[in-house]
């Protein structure tokens, strides 16, 4: 698409005033967790935010308070796609962040009647928000998934996609390097990001890599391979 320089021009004043129009409020979707709303002033619509760590550091919980504020608290139209943790395994997640129930006693079976009234009253209030999951932990192809999310955007008017975790897409061909095909994904995920016009969170796995500096600095492309 070839735009002129007055349309480049319009569409930066468009931008500039609806910024304005918001007085210090947030021109994205707010999250739960201060640092990162003042840092990207609420997830941008058409941007992708890349969210990468080492396993095990809380990566879909992070994920899931987001949900949880976006969506069950703030009715943004949400779509989780999961890949590495089951749905079953996900709601046992939401239901313990959302009723204060520990995990482990969800996992056990342990609960009391009090507790089960909590999770009937977590059931229907999550049943009623405007949220929705792909399950693909048994994998899934980049062309296919970009095809199902352009789907959901058009049926129901998705505003915020979070996709669990990046490595586990297939990319739509084979590269010399695993660096070159983790890029082309998350190439065409941003790109999907600006044609839908969605905030798009992606979870990524950092490699060892990242570990072997002994001072702090910026991530690279090769920390996700």
Not at 2 to 18: G, Q, W
């Amino acid at each position: 698409l070839t735009r002129s320089a007055k349309d480049a021009s319009d569409i930066m004043v468009d931008d500039l005033e609806r910024r304005h129009a918001l007085q210090g409020r947030l021109s994205g979707i707010e999250t739960p967790f201060k640092k990162l709303n003042e840092y990207t002033n609420g997830l941008q619509f058409e941007e992708q935010t890349v969210i990468g760590a080492r396993p095990s550091q809380g990566k879909t919980a992070l994920s899931l308070n987001i949900v949880e504020h976006a969506c069950f608290k703030n009715r943004v139209p949400t779509l989780f796609v999961t890949l590495e943790m089951s749905v079953a395994a996900l709601m046992r997640r939401l239901a313990s962040s959302w009723t204060g129930i520990p995990l482990e006693v969800i996992k056990k079976g342990s609960y009391t009647d009090r507790d089960f009234k909590k999770f009937t009253d977590f059931r229907m209030m999550s049943a009623k928000a405007p949220w929705w999951t792909i399950d693909a932990v048994g994998g899934i192809g980049l062309n296919k998934l970009c095809a199902a999310i352009r789907r959901r955007v058009r049926k129901d008017k998705i505003k915020l996609v979070i996709i669990d975790y990046l490595q586990k897409i297939k990319s739509n061909e084979k590269h010399e390097k695993r660096t070159y095909e983790v890029a082309e994904v998350s190439m065409q995920l941003k790109s999907m990001a600006v044609k839908t016009g969605v905030c798009m969170v992606t979870l990524a796995q950092l490699n060892r890599e990242s570990e072997k500096d002994k001072t702090p600095r910026p991530p690279r492309l090769s920390d996700l391979a």
